[in-house]
């Protein structure tokens, strides 16, 4: 339980996500690319054809024996240029300061198939240096080979010929955003695989128990549908998510009624007390009388997000201090609120005493559902301790915020107290994901 998976649809939403990396990577590589070209020049190739046969007639036929002879030969004569006593001779005599062992590095040869013609040539930025060095290199060679080699013909067949080599930018630019394009996708690819953050419902089906029973999205945008719907009550996305996991929480209880539920994560900052409000509220429009209680003594925060006062509240309740009347807040038609109350030195204690169940069973004739919103379950054990005292859990987890394995520790925390839980939201998940009309709602105007 809890091991990764894989799959190409994350993948594609990765690159999508990053796609500023992609174009950022093409930018940087074709801007390297096109300097790259700004310091590349012409260059000039001078080539000459040396024939070297058994009369000075290019036209006299050969065997192949003859041929294979002629073919040694040349690998003989290509041997004597590469040497630097040939090459010395040949730069002193251009009148080049230039060593011969770069002039043996740049010297190119080939043979023609078929006859004994040896074909040699130079590049380098000058036109007029690359037929120096071909012609006193080709001058060198038919005099040297007279006197090595006797009985063997050689002349030159062709004068020294200088072509211009442009260099082909445009290409060269595609290559280096080529480079840049595989690079970043390359570096997505390794980021997504190493990123354990979950992503969608895919990434939690095939590990928990527990279904996936809602989604609810995020809109990075600034707008509406990341407010409380309580405030806003608008047909847009969220409402509708919220919505759905409604219908999906009735069909998860359709054998047990569930009137307590404790809405918990694994860690802090994935939502909760948001979750518990919008979810709240979306159950009493189905005539359904709905409390929530803010059972995050530690750091309340419901009576922020509704602006309620905190001054009385379930603590103050629970040790005598306040009566239960002035203790709830009515936020809507069938929605109250008690909010957390003072701050006590043992909020777990608190929590687990027989007071507090005592206090659930009597409000629990009053409504039909009661909400408890606790601390994430790995970072203190006041949540654990009411998960294994109510009728059911929702375990929250972020998308793109909370790592696998910190949601199947916290999972693994429910387990122990043997809470039920009925299902998983994910929350947060990206508006980009999926399409509005998944919801049931294009973007319409507000």
């Given at each position: 339980m809890g091991e990764k998976t894989f799959d190409i649809d994350r993948l594609i939403y990765s690159f999508k996500k990053k796609i500023w990396l992609i174009v950022l990577a093409?930018?940087?590589?074709?801007?390297?690319?096109?300097?790259?070209?700004?310091?590349?020049?012409?260059?000039y190739t001078a080539k000459v054809k040396i024939f070297s046969g058994k009369t000075d007639k290019i036209t006299d036929e050969y065997s192949k024996g003859e041929l294979s002879e002629y073919s040694s030969l040349m690998n003989t004569y290509i041997q004597l240029i590469k040497t630097n006593e040939f090459m010395g001779k040949v730069s002193k005599k251009a009148g080049l300061?230039?060593?011969?062992?770069?002039?043996?590095?740049?010297?190119?040869?080939?043979?023609?198939?078929?006859?004994?013609?040896?074909?040699?040539?130079?590049?380098?930025?000058?036109?007029?240096?690359?037929?120096?060095?071909?012609?006193?290199?080709?001058?060198?060679?038919?005099?040297g080979v007279g006197e090595i080699i006797l009985g063997v013909h050689t002349k030159v067949i062709d004068e020294v010929n200088v072509i211009t080599n442009y260099p082909n930018k445009k290409n060269i630019i595609?290559?280096?955003?080529?480079?840049?394009?595989?690079?970043?996708?390359?570096?997505?690819?390794?980021?997504?695989?190493?990123?354990?953050?979950?992503?969608?419902?895919?990434?939690?089906?095939?590990?928990?128990?527990?279904?996936?029973i809602g989604e609810l999205p995020f809109n990075n945008k600034k707008s509406k549908d990341n407010e409380i719907i309580i405030k806003t009550n608008l047909k847009n996305i969220t409402s509708e998510s919220y919505r759905k996991l409604r219908t999906s929480f009735e069909y998860s209880s359709i054998d047990k009624d569930i009137k307590t539920l404790v809405i918990t994560s694994s860690?802090?900052?994935?939502?909760?007390?948001?979750?518990?409000?919008?979810?709240?509220?979306?159950?009493?429009?189905?005539?359904?009388?709905?409390?929530?209680?803010?059972?995050d003594l530690r750091r309340p925060s419901i009576h922020r997000k509704l602006k309620l006062s905190n001054e009385e509240g379930l603590t103050n309740y629970l040790i005598g201090k306040s009566n239960l009347e002035n203790i709830i807040n009515n936020v809507c038609n069938n929605l109250d609120v008690i909010t957390a109350g003072e701050m006590p030195p043992s909020p777990a204690d608190v929590l687990g005493?027989?007071?507090?169940?005592?206090?659930?069973?009597?409000?629990?004739?009053?409504?039909?559902?009661?909400?408890?919103?606790?601390?994430?379950v790995r970072a203190v054990t006041d949540g654990q301790v009411l998960a294994g005292k109510v009728d059911g859990t929702l375990f929250l987890v972020r998308a793109e915020k909370t790592k696998l394995d910190s949601i199947n520790k916290g999972y693994k925390e429910l387990e122990k107290v043997n809470a039920n839980v009925i299902g998983i939201v994910i929350n947060g998940e990206s508006v980009d994901r999926k399409d509005a009309y998944y919801y049931g709602y294009s973007k319409e105007k507000k």
């Open positions: 093409m930018l940087v590589a074709g801007g390297f690319g096109y300097l790259k070209t700004t310091k590349m020049h012409e260059t300061k230039m060593p011969p062992e770069q002039l043996i590095n740049g010297v190119q040869f080939g043979v023609t198939e078929g006859v004994p013609i040896l074909e040699i040539s130079y590049t380098s930025t000058e036109a007029d240096a690359s037929k120096k060095i071909v012609t006193t290199i080709a001058n060198e060679f038919s005099a595609i290559f280096y955003l080529a480079v840049g394009i595989l690079s970043s996708l390359g570096i997505i690819f390794i980021l997504d695989y190493l990123d354990s953050t979950i992503k969608d419902k895919s990434d939690l089906e095939k590990s928990f128990k527990a279904p996936v860690e802090s900052g994935e939502g909760k007390s948001t979750v518990c409000c919008n979810f709240a509220y979306v159950m009493s429009q189905s005539e359904k009388k709905v409390l929530i209680i803010d059972c005493s027989n007071k507090m169940q005592e206090f659930i069973r009597e409000v629990e004739e009053d409504y039909d559902l009661i909400i408890l919103d606790t601390p994430p």
